[in-house]
């Protein structure tokens, strides 16, 4: 009953609060207008993570005064880096601010979260026992939190995206939690998941608000962040740590590490934004929009069912599935992108 309280204050919460987040968004003018890269038609409010982080706010205060919840380190880190990256992103929507001046904010808020206790101390070894990263804790980590914050914000390209796959997401960890006993992550990781269900009422296509980089870089920190809680949010005799978000992240992360390779390729700069994700590539080749994020959603669901089997079942056995089903995602998307490489030549070659 306390998760379904805490999931359904959170929804309700963030529900009420979206409407007023686009009046103020209208405004401040803080509107994302239709040029460049952008795929919608009519100027847009942003900023949506603003209801986000009320939603989680109140939410999380509430079990802590009803002694549910527990106000610790954890729980500092959580809200306080929270509430900074909400800032960040923020000052990103008004602003614009430049690529590096992003990333080196986020690398001093990582950098504050390990000073309160998160860190990736273990990483699972599906055919042996968990290795221990040692004096690689803290790289390690500020690596995990910019890789999973930039890659929750590179996939924020299509209505609904971003936030039903980060609904997913956050649902999976909720119940990894449980199952492995960490109530503490179960409680903030379903207040995320209410977040996104109620938001996604007025984020899916056609929009009527956008996440923004408040929103995507907010959702981005949590999940990074709630992953490697100490480094013992998965403790157990199943030891799954860092292994399930991984997974259950399989497709927003090989989406940055495909762009990271197309840009380092092509001699553009890491931060140049394009349009050559892989939502783009399937809307290029005719795919419905609607269809395209709907495709998100299925596999992410696929991955985080995987994922959850890591606690059931023999990890060497979902091991092996789990690459023999992401060998043939990665075939399926590989045509899809040599299919629009080869369309796009041969428009070359006519004109």
């Known amino acids: 009953m306390i998760y379904f309280g805490v999931f359904l204050l959170s929804f309700l919460v963030t529900y009420f609060m979206v409407p007023i987040n686009c009046k103020l968004s209208k405004k401040f003018g803080i509107i994302d207008y239709p040029r460049g890269r952008r795929i919608h038609k009519v100027p847009t409010p942003k900023s949506g993570g603003i209801s986000l982080f009320i939603g989680l706010i109140v939410s999380q205060f509430v079990l802590v005064l009803l002694g549910v919840q527990e106000f ?6 959580l809200i306080c880096g929270g509430f900074l990256m909400l800032v960040l992103g923020l000052l990103d929507d008004i602003y614009n601010l430049r690529p590096w ?54 996939i924020d390209g299509l209505d609904g995206l971003a936030a039903g796959i980060a609904a997913i997401v956050t649902l999976t960890l909720s119940i990894a939690s449980i199952v492995c006993c960490n109530i503490f992550i179960a409680y903030f ?33 949590n999940i990074a962040a709630i992953s490697v809680a100490g480094n013992i949010q998965f403790k157990g005799t199943t030891a799954m740590t860092m292994l399930i978000p991984i997974i259950v992240l399989f497709i927003p992360l090989f989406d940055t590490i495909l762009a990271i390779i197309r840009r380092l390729k092509s001699s553009n700069s890491l931060f140049e934004a394009d349009k050559n994700h892989l939502h783009h590539k399937m809307l290029d080749i005719g795919l419905p929009y609607k269809t395209v994020v709907l495709i998100g959603y299925f596999l992410t669901f ?17 091991f092996s599935l789990c690459v023999i089903l992401g060998a043939i995602i990665l075939i399926i998307l590989f045509n899809i992108i040599k299919r629009d490489f080869f369309k796009l030549h041969k428009n070359i070659k006519i004109l």
Do not use: Q
């Open 189 to 221: 990781a379903f207040s995320i998941f209410g977040n996104c269900l109620a938001f996604l009422k007025y984020n899916f296509h056609p929009a009527k608000i956008f996440l923004g980089d408040t929103g995507s870089l907010f959702l981005g920190f």
């Open 101 to 154: 001046e992003k990333l080196v904010a986020e690398v001093i808020i990582a950098l504050f979260m390990i000073l309160l206790g998160f860190k990736i101390r273990l990483i699972t070894n599906p055919f042996g026992p968990s290795v221990n990263v040692g004096v690689l804790s803290i790289p390690l980590t500020i690596i995990w939190f910019l890789l999973i914050i930039n890659s929750i914000n590179l």
């Open 72 to 77: 610790n380190n954890l729980f500092i880190g």
């Open 302 to 318: 696929l991955f985080g069912i995987i994922s959850m089997g890591f606690l059931l079942v023999d990890k060497k056995i979902l």
